[in-house]
């Protein structure tokens, strides 16, 4: 199993904040800068352990392949998530939905309106439908393991 560290020290939704996001967003004048900024993000993603890359972890409905993986600080109580994926624009896009949900007791994840916060970030408009397919299935995915957790 993976060392509870490769979650902990993920700065993606401790460090980095959804208010970092939107503010990157209003300063970044045109899509073809977020499209940017959202793949840098995605390199922030922290190293996803081949071992974790199951089944089980695998998000159905994504058109990419992407994987989702959770950690439960027992001393916390806050649910710690990796996720992965082959493409670096999804890798982007799971970077902006860790950002909005780790680190954060199971509870709390699932009070979180992430439409309303990919709403505010206009990402529908701006994506294929395909990937808003994939951005809804690891969401889902989480929820169910947050929904577990609880």
């Not at 027992?74 to 896009?93: F, Q, T």
């Not at 709390?108 to 701006?126: E, N, P, S, Y």
């Not at 994939?134 to 609880?150: E, N, P, T, Y």
């Amino acid at each position: 199993m993976t060392d509870s560290a490769a979650f902990t020290q993920n700065e993606l939704g401790t460090q980095i904040s959804i208010d970092d996001v939107f503010e990157a967003f209003e300063f970044l004048g045109d899509w073809e800068e977020r499209y940017a900024y959202i793949i840098d993000l995605g390199r922030k993603l922290p190293a996803f352990p081949d071992d974790q890359k199951t089944d089980t972890n695998y998000v159905h409905g994504c058109q990419s392949q992407v994987w989702v993986t959770d950690f439960l600080d027992p001393s916390s109580g806050k649910l710690y998530l990796l996720i992965d994926s082959d493409a670096m624009i999804v890798r982007g896009l799971a970077a902006i939905i860790m950002i909005a949900l780790n680190a954060r007791t199971p509870n709390d994840l699932l009070t979180v309106d992430v439409d309303a916060l990919f709403q505010k970030l206009d990402l529908f408009r701006h994506i294929s439908p395909t990937r808003g397919n994939g951005l809804r299935a690891m969401v889902s995915k989480i929820r169910d393991i947050a929904a577990h957790a609880v």
